[in-house]
């Protein structure tokens, strides 16, 4: 009866440190919420907003879409959507891209005033400034310092200048027989 009693008291203790675990973990999570995600968000949704209600996301998407029937011109929007100043700005809900990616796949590539051999570079044309608005959330959520956060957020953002063209490039090679006729 003892060992019994013995093997109750310890498998409860295993189920209560289990429990303890857990709900430390569940309010570490919120917290991560409250302190980093929340005010992320609510960035985002001032950004996007802003986006939308002035149309800039239209403005340039009409001044890029020219660009798109050419590698070069795609090499240059991709330049453009990963620039520093802009990718931060260019990046929340991926309105510009949105915008960009209706213009080149609906009305260039479906009408036949670009052809489809494109249409892969493209979309890592109009997505180079993917990530950039969530690196210094990304480096919130791992704690990392703040001289890490200011030398961190600049690194990336240079860095998908340069990985930008690279990847449309590559796109644009590995795009060759995924298309029949072109």
């Known amino acids: 009866m003892h060992t019994i009693n013995t ?3 310890q498998f409860g203790r295993a ?3 289990i429990v303890g ?4 973990a569940g309010r570490d999570s919120v917290d991560q919420v409250i302190v980093n995600i929340l005010p992320f968000m609510a ?3 001032l950004i996007i907003g802003i986006i939308v209600k002035t149309g800039i996301g239209k403005i340039i998407a009409a001044a890029v879409a020219p660009l ?3 590698l070069i011109g795609l090499i240059i929007i991709s330049f453009i959507a990963a620039l520093p ?3 931060p700005l260019l990046g929340p809900g991926a309105v510009v891209a949105q915008v960009v990616g209706t213009i080149l796949g609906t009305t260039l590539i479906a009408s036949g005033k670009i052809s489809a051999r494109y ?3 493209a979309l890592f044309a109009i997505d180079a400034q993917v990530g950039c608005d969530f690196i210094p959330v990304g480096l919130a959520l791992g704690e990392a310092e703040q001289q890490t956060v200011e030398i961190g957020v600049p690194a990336v953002l240079y860095s998908r200048v340069i990985t930008g063209p690279i990847a449309v490039i590559l796109a644009y090679l590995a795009s060759f027989g995924l298309y029949p006729g072109y």
């Open 85 to 87: 100043i802009l990718s």
């Open 7 to 9: 093997w109750l008291m």
């Open 43 to 45: 960035f985002i949704a």
């Open 68 to 70: 798109a029937g050419s």
């Open 15 to 17: 189920v209560g440190g």
């Open 119 to 121: 249409a892969l570079p």
């Open 21 to 24: 675990v857990l709900y430390q």
